[in-house]
C-alpha cells in the first residue's frame, strides 16, 4: 500500500470513485485487475500449485455478464459457456505469466506507480477517464477528489491493478526484445508484395482422367490406409439420442405482455415525452423524431398505422413476429417520394417469342382472369406463390424500366410487358401511399417466462426420472409425445452440430456410461435430456468404415502420378513439353496477392513456384492440388525501390506480427510444461 499512502500523503488523490461511476470497472474485466484480490474458498483451477479459488473465478464469470448485460446483450446459456471457458483460460494465462514474473524477478516500484498516475505520463486508464478533451489530463478534476479518507480500499485495488499491469508490460517487452527484423527482410517482404512474373506453363489436370481409366484395389486401399491411419485417428465418441423442447413464450406469455400493453395504453395516449416513456418502460424500440415511407416501417407497422391514418392515434397492441407494438401517430405530411405497392408476373428470357407470351398474359389478365392464379402458374421468381405481390417499395429498390413502370401507374391498371435485364414483366399497382408519418412505436419482446421455462423443466425432469428407473428412454420420450433426435459427439467436442456449445453437456458425457440419461441441459434455444446409447472409445476408425472415403483419395493420387509422370517424360522446351503431353501452353500473371491461375483454381504451389522463379527460368515439374504443371517465368518485373514511408511500415507490420507469434508460442510452452489442474466438473462450473 506504500505508493497510495505517498499518494495520499502528497495530493490526497482519490481517484476510484470517478472510475466505478464511469463503469471502468468492467473495461477493466479482461485485464482480470482482481484475480489476485480476496481469495478464499476451494480452488477450482490450479496452475503449478497456484490456485484460482471457486469465488474468484465466479466473480470474474460475474463481472464479464454484467458487462454484456450493461450494453444491452442478453447472455443466452451457451453465451455464458463461452464466457466460462474465456475466464478459464485467461486465469491460467495470468498465473503463468505470474510464475515467470516471479522467477524472472520482475518488479514495479512505488514511484513508477506514482507516475502512473500522477507523472507527466499517466497510465491510459486515468488519461481516459480525466480527460481534458485535447489529449491531455484534467488535474483540476484530480484535485477535486484529494483528501477523501473512504476511498482507501478502492486506492488498494487500484494499485494493485497499476502494478501488475506495468509488470506485464515488462514481461512482454522482455519477450519483444528477443525479435528482430532486418533491413533485409523488409526488403525481402516488400519485393515479394510487390514482384509481378509473367509466366507461360503447362498443366495437365487430373480430372481430365476418366475414372474408368483408373484402377483402385482393395490392396491400394489398404495400402493408403496403413500409411495414413493417423487421418483416422478418433477420439472418445458417443452416440446420443435426446429429445429438445423449444424455449417458446406460451399463450400466457403472449397474453401477459399484452395486458400490459393495454395498461400502459392509456398513459402513452396522453404523456408529455413519448421518448421518456419508451425509455422509463424499457421498449425494444426507441423514439427517433423522424418521418417514415410506408416502405420504410416493418410491414406490421405499417399496416396498422396507415390502415386508419390518424394523428394522435394509438394503434394496439398487436404482433409482429415476437414482438408485441403499439404504435403512436403523432404526424403526418404528404410524402415527397412515389411510394407503391405492386405485384407482378416474371417471364424470364429474352426475344419476340417471350414479349409474345407476356403480352398474352397481360391480354388474360385484362379481359378478366385472376392475376394472382396466373403467376402462381407462369411466374418465374420468388414471388410467384404470393400472388406476384412485391410489397411496398419506393424509389432505388427495382431496375430503372420497372420502377419507372410502376411509379407512372394508375392503381389497378395493367401494365407491360416491360422489359428488364430479368426478362419481361406484367405488373400491377395496386395501391399507392401518400403520406409520410411520425410515429412512438412502443414495443415488447415475448419471451418465455419464468413459469413457462419452469414447466418446461419439469416435463424434461419427469421424463428423466422414468427413464431412469425404468431404463427404458425410448418408451418415456414416447409417453410424453416428444421425438428423438440422434447426435455423434466426440470427448472434449467444443461444439455438437444441432445442439451447439454446451458445458454441462460435456460435463455429462465424461462421466457417461452406455444408459446414461442426462439432467436438463438449457441451451440458447431449447432445453434437451440426452441418452447415450453407445460408447466408443478412442482409437483408429476401421478401414471398412472408411473404404468409402479412401477411394476418391488413392484414385486422385493415382492421376496425379500418371500427369506427373507424363510431364516428367516430355522434354524439351515448353512448346515441345505441351506437345509431348497433349496440351498446349498458357499464359499467367502472378503476384503475391493472387488466390487463384485461371484453368486451374486455387493452386499455391504454382504461386510459391512462379515467384522464386527469375527471368528465363524454368520449374520442374510441379504436383498442385489440382494439376501438375511446369512454369517458364517470361518476365520478372521488379518493385519500385522502396520509399522510406513504405520500409517503415513493413518494419512495424512485421515487428508486432512476430512479437505476437512469439508471445503466443511463449505461452503455449508454458502451458505445455506446467501442470494445469482444472477442477471446475468437481464443483459443476
Known sequence: MGVMTKMRDQTGVVLWILVISFGVIFMLQDTQVFDVIGATGQDVIVVDGQPV?????????????????????????????????????????????????DEIGIEVTDDEVYNLVLGDTPDPIIAAYFSDGQGGVDRALLQNFIDNPEALPQLIQLEDYLRQNRRTQKLNSLINATVRVTPQEVEEEYRRRNLTVNTQYVALRYAAIPDTEVEVTD????????????????????????????????????????????????????????????????????????????????????????????????VGPYISGSEVHMTKVIATRPTEDTVVRARHILLRGDGDDVRRNAADLARRIRGGEDFATLAAEFGTDGTAQQGGDLGWFGPGRMVKPFEDAAFNAPVGRIVGPVETDFGFHILEVTDRATQDVQVADF??????????????????????????????????????????????AEEEQQFIPGLGRSRALSTFLSRADEGSVSDVVELDTQFIVAHVTTITPEGYRPFDDVKAELEPRVRLEKKQAIQVEKLQNATGDLNAIAQAAGTTVQDAGVQFS??????????????????????????????????????QAVTVSEPQPIADADRTSIQQELTTQRQGQVRNQWLQGMREDADINDRRRLFQL
Not at 442478453?74 to 466460462?84: F, G, H, Y
Not at 491400394?220 to 465418441?237: M, T
Not at 493472387?594 to 515439374?621: D, H, N, Q, W, Y
Open 53 to 101: 479459488t471457486v469465488s474468484e473465478y465466479q466473480q470474474a464469470i460475474q463481472q464479464q455478464i454484467q458487462a454484456y448485460q450493461q450494453n444491452g446483450q442478453e447472455v443466452l446459456p451457451q453465451t455464458e459457456d463461452a464466457i466460462r471457458e474465456r475466464v478459464y483460460n485467461g486465469f491460467v494465462d495470468d498465473r503463468l505469466r505470474t510464475k515467470a514474473m
Open 594 to 631: 493472387t488466390t487463384a491461375i485461371p484453368g486451374l483454381g486455387r493452386e499455391p504451389k504454382f504461386i510459391g513456384t512462379a515467384l522464386g522463379l527469375a527471368a528465363g527460368a524454368t520449374s520442374g515439374v510441379v504436383a498442385g492440388e489440382n494439376a501438375a504443371f511446369v512454369i
Open 443 to 488: 414495443v415488447l419482446s415475448i419471451a418465455p417466462s419464468v413459469t413457462t421455462e419452469q414447466d418446461i423443466r419439469e416435463r424434461l425432469g419427469d421424463l428423466q426420472y422414468f427413464a431412469e428407473e425404468n431404463g427404458d428412454f425410448a418408451a418415456e420420450v414416447e409417453r410424453a409425445e416428444l421425438t428423438v433426435q440422434t447426435v455423434l
Open 219 to 314: 490392396g491400394d486401399l489398404r495400402g493408403y490406409y496403413n500409411a495414413n491411419k493417423e487421418d483416422f485417428a478418433r477420439a472418445r465418441s458417443y452416440a446420443l439420442e435426446y429429445v429438445a423442447i423449444p424455449r417458446l413464450p406460451s399463450a400466457a406469455d403472449t397474453a401477459s405482455v399484452m395486458d400490459e400493453m393495454e395498461r400502459l395504453k392509456e398513459r402513452f395516449a396522453t404523456t408529455e415525452s413519448d421518448s421518456t416513456f419508451l425509455a422509463r418502460y424499457s421498449s425494444e424500440r426507441q423514439y427517433s423524431g423522424e418521418f417514415f415511407r410506408r416502405d420504410e416501417l416493418d410491414e406490421a407497422v405499417a399496416d396498422a398505422v396507415f390502415e386508419n391514418l390518424e394523428v394522435g392515434e394509438v
